[in-house]
């Protein structure tokens, strides 16, 4: 997790950002799964296959998406630099991790 960008955040949106990684042996279509912080900022997956022992990088701001690299497309920061949480759901709802720092 990198939530405090150098400098003013509102500025430097690509140097915020977190990753995930697949640990398993399958891929994960994580097309649909919902990644959102404690105010309810929300970044919906695209269409996107994370495939065994990836990762993949969410960037804040715009950009054009990878195999490695995701892009919110937010005009403004996300990630407070005093303390947040991320929650990531699948497509049906279900979370899969939440993550405080």
């Known amino acids: 997790f990198h939530y405090n960008a150098a400098?003013?955040?509102n500025y430097n949106l690509n140097d915020e950002y977190f990753v995930l990684g697949n640990r398993g042996s399958d891929p994960?279509?994580?097309t649909g799964w919902k990644a959102k912080d404690s105010y309810g900022h929300t970044f919906t997956f695209p269409s996107f296959l994370l495939k065994p022992g990836a990762k993949v990088t969410i960037y804040t701001?715009?950009?054009t998406n990878t195999?490695?690299?995701l892009y919110w497309?937010?005009?403004g920061?996300?990630?407070n630099?005093?303390?947040d949480t991320?929650?990531?759901y699948d497509k049906n709802g279900r979370k899969v991790l939440e993550y405080s720092y």
């Open 81 to 83: 630099n005093n303390g």
């Open 77 to 79: 920061a996300i990630w």
């Open 7 to 9: 400098g003013d955040d």
């Open 73 to 75: 497309g937010s005009s």
């Open 28 to 30: 994960i279509d994580m």
């Open 61 to 63: 701001g715009p950009g």
């Open 86 to 88: 991320l929650y990531l």
């Open 67 to 69: 195999e490695s690299q």
